[in-house]
């Protein structure tokens, strides 16, 4: 069973800011898409954002100029910095990875709870 071991969650006041950081292992870090999804009660999860292990880069328009997601080659991890929260950005946040080559896997962390208060 693959694990993705996130971190980083927790209270943050309107304004401030929380990175978030997905470990995964060697063989899914090198070949997977990975990233982060969030989900607000039982809506269904929405992308925040996504990297590709040659860095290429996809961002939902709310994350865009506020959320920068990267790449860490020395723990094998992907973080996600999260700047000027709102109140609206209050979920539970899940690691994703994506194989991209035939036949397609998706794995999943366990998420971790963001909450930014007024």
């Known amino acids: 069973q693959v694990q993705l071991v996130e971190s980083g969650g927790g209270l943050v006041q309107s304004g401030g800011s929380l990175r978030l950081s997905c470990a995964a292992p060697?063989?899914?870090?090198?070949?997977?898409?990975m990233g982060w999804y969030r989900q607000v009660g039982e809506n269904e999860r929405e992308l925040v954002a996504m990297?590709?292990?040659?860095?290429?880069?996809e961002y939902a328009t709310f994350a865009e100029g506020r959320f920068t997601i990267s790449r860490d080659d020395v723990h094998q991890a992907v973080h996600l910095q999260m700047d000027s929260l709102n109140v609206e950005d209050t979920a539970v946040y899940y690691c994703?990875?994506?194989?991209?080559?035939?036949?397609?896997?998706?794995?999943w962390g366990q998420g971790t709870q963001v909450t930014v208060s007024s």
């Open positions: 060697p063989d899914i870090y090198a070949r997977y898409k």
């Open positions: 994703k990875a994506e194989k991209q080559t035939w036949p397609q896997v998706t794995y």
């Open positions: 990297i590709t292990w040659i860095g290429t880069m």
